[in-house]
């Protein structure tokens, strides 16, 4: 998909197809299947968390994921948000430090990231024009500076995948 604005991700499977996968995944996982795609909620669109313990992998989990929906369906813009800015910080860091992990793993595919900072919007304009939003593999770390109190049950406290 591709407009003026960019390169858009475009999902190829039918809603059933997603639920029906969803579901696998959770009889394999022992956990109880969701009767719908979009349950009943603030959501109008299906919407999957990770949720595990502090320092077990949600990072590692949820990056593994994104280089697994590009390989399997060819998504390639990923905006990653977070509630704090050291959360923010860290993220940046295991994309940096994972980089060479990655690209083992998935055939060297190219991939760059760029760290939204809201109060520099000329930085953000450049960060967008950059690699990652013009067709390839892209990360863009993104902090809602709000306590995660503000969102209780709705808003991981390591990262969200857009």
């Known amino acids: 998909m591709f407009s003026e604005l960019g390169i858009g991700n475009n999902l190829i499977l039918a809603p059933e197809q997603i639920l029906a996968n969803l579901q696998a995944v959770q009889t394999r996982n022992n956990l109880p299947k969701s009767r719908a795609l979009v349950e009943d909620g603030p959501y109008e669109f299906p919407n999957f968390s990770v949720e595990m313990e502090t320092g077990t992998g949600k990072t590692y989990v949820y990056l593994r994921t994104i280089f697994e929906l590009n390989r399997l369906y060819g998504f390639k813009k990923f905006i990653i948000v977070v509630s704090s800015v050291a959360i923010r ?58 306590p995660p109190s503000a969102f209780p049950n709705r808003f991981p406290t390591a990262g969200y995948v857009a």
Not at 90 to 106: A, N, P
């Open 89 to 146: 910080e860290g993220v940046t860091t295991s994309i940096k430090l994972m980089r060479e992990h990655f690209r083992g793993l998935y055939d060297n595919v190219a991939f760059d990231s760029f760290v939204y900072h809201s109060k520099d919007l000329s930085r953000v304009r450049q960060g967008c024009e950059r690699k990652c939003w013009t067709g390839s593999l892209g990360f863009k770390p993104l902090c809602v500076e709000a």
